[in-house]
């Protein structure tokens, strides 16, 4: 069962260190937001009693959380296969 010939990759340091620091700065983003969360919860619980349409802000919050996350994943995988491949068009890889 043969898969074919290996293929060769070369470290591209520049979009390396751009994706990284796009995940960190992602990230940082997130804890704020998260951080927000735990915040209320610890020095206002009551705030989160307060109803919005027939949830409570912890739900809503949550699940904002929730979908924050997902979405942050999806736009942190479009631009790094769109930078990726730009890379491989361009030739630097």
Known sequence: MSHGPATQWKE????EKKKARLGVVMFVIYTVIYAGFILINVFDN???R???GSFNV???YGFGLIILALVLAIFYNQVCTNAEQLTEVSGKR
Do not use: E, R
């Open 50 to 52: 307060i109803t919005i």
């Open 46 to 48: 009551s705030m989160m």
């Open 12 to 15: 591209n340091k520049t979009l």
């Open 58 to 60: 912890a739900i809503v």
